[in-house]
């Protein structure tokens, strides 16, 4: 499928998770894409922004088991 695939990496040393601080930079970075392409296509979609991994934390490791192949939906409690 035609498309951009945005990928973040954030890394901390402090006790805070920082999952906002990467999902903020992917969807800042598509944002910015949008911008620029807008002339092209205002069609554009910006979707499927997911969290993919993350280690330590107080919550603990997670890896997405579809690898963010899926809509964001609420966890599962």
């Given at each position: 499928m035609p498309g951009l695939r945005v990928k973040a990496h954030a890394k901390v040393v402090g006790e805070t998770g920082v999952e906002m601080e990467a999902l903020t930079a992917v969807s800042v970075a598509c944002?910015?894409?949008?911008?620029?392409?807008?002339?092209?296509?205002?069609?554009?979609?910006?979707?499927?922004?997911?969290?993919?991994?993350?280690?330590?934390?107080?919550?603990?490791?997670?890896?997405?088991?579809?690898n963010g192949a899926r809509e964001c939906q609420e966890p599962d409690r």
């Open positions: 944002l910015t894409i949008y911008d620029m392409l807008k002339a092209v296509d205002r069609a554009m979609r910006i979707e499927n922004v997911v969290l993919s991994e993350k280690t330590g934390g107080e919550s603990g490791d997670y890896l997405r088991a579809d």
